[in-house]
């Protein structure tokens, strides 16, 4: 009797050994519970109520302000602070196109050894990405879709063309971000004519282009100052970023959220200048604000520059091969525009697609097939 009852013993011992470590894990568990939700009530606390936190909030809401969930905004700020920052910026990158843009080029300096293209990478505090810088400005074209109803991705455009390089350029309509890249926002200036109008009745626009002589063209223009200027290649975009040598973000505060980003600029030579910021990529690049471009394309002697759409649609393709790495879940995204780097720029052939169409016979939603 006494024998049998020793596995029995063992056996109570053994299931009082597992309830006691069930009952650590279980009270471990609950105080690492205890302890991340304080946490989280302190960080929200200090991230609400904190007049410290003011600009980490809207930090935050600009980023959010750049993405497809700009809604997600008003849960940090607030509806009527989202609208009113919306509307603040809109006025403020109006005003950074009104200075009269007086720099001039001067090719006469350009350093002939240098090739025509040079890819340099970039880094900053968050973001990494790289800087094309084109020797000859005359080189540069705007490329558009092939055909009609669909946008092109810029590396499709690059191959189709014959193009040395290319990166992502205007803005265009979105639906839910899904939108086909068909229906550019604003003006679409292509081999000095007006490809696409949608100003729908306004009297200018922000644009970024290039004229016949190579010069750089940015701020705010109606079509009869862009004839005038004959400029040759254009796109609606803003804000300028520099005039007259000088950066109009005063700080990374008004610098539009973290997100990635492209930017074209020109030295005093003549050289254009595209510097393209990767973003939302944890552990690689989570992107930058326009102050850090503006700084960039300081550092390397931009006289004038404006910002180019982003996000997801950033994008370098140089030699046929994609440089950066996209934030698209979807792939390289579909667009209206490109600007592209030609060894023979004037062998390159491209016909208005939006010829005989208005913007109201352009479904944005409407998705393509691949």
Known sequence: MGTSALPERSQVRQQKKKTRKKKSFLKTCFRLFLAVSTLLIAAASWLYFAPSAQN?????????????????????????????????????????????????????????SQPLVQVEEVTGSGYSGFVMTVSDPTKVRLGIPSKVGSGETVSSMVKRTGAIAGVNGGGFADPNW??????????????????????????????????????????????????????????????????????????????????????????????????????????????????????????????????????????LVKDNEIVNKPSSQYGERYLPTAFLVFEHPDDAITPNIWKGLSPDDIDASKRRTR
């Open 56 to 112: 980490f909030r809207f930090l935050i809401a600009d980023t959010l302000i750049t993405t497809q969930h700009r809604s997600w905004a008003q849960y940090i700020i607030g509806e009527a602070e989202l609208k009113k920052r919306v509307q603040d910026y809109s006025a403020k990158f109006e005003h950074y196109g009104d200075e009269k843009d007086t720099h001039s080029i001067n090719t006469a300096t350009e350093d002939k």
């Open 178 to 315: 899904k939108g086909n890249g068909f229906k550019p926002i604003g003006v679409v200036i292509c081999n000095g004519k007006l490809y696409y109008n949608g100003l729908d009745g306004k009297k200018s626009t922000q644009i970024v282009g290039i004229d016949e002589e190579g010069k750089m063209i940015a701020g705010n223009y109606s079509l009869k100052e862009l004839s005038n200027m004959k400029v040759r290649e254009a796109v609606t975009f803003q804000p300028r970023l520099i005039v007259n040598g000088r950066g109009l973000i005063k700080n990374a505060g008004d610098g539009w959220g973290i997100a990635p980003r492209t930017a074209m600029g020109q030295r005093a030579d003549g050289a254009i200048i595209f510097v393209v910021i990767d973003g939302r990529q944890p552990g690689y690049s989570i992107g930058a604000n326009l102050y850090d471009v503006q700084q960039i394309l300081l550092k390397r002697g931009a006289v004038i520059a404006a910002n180019l759409d982003g996000g997801s649609s950033t994008v």
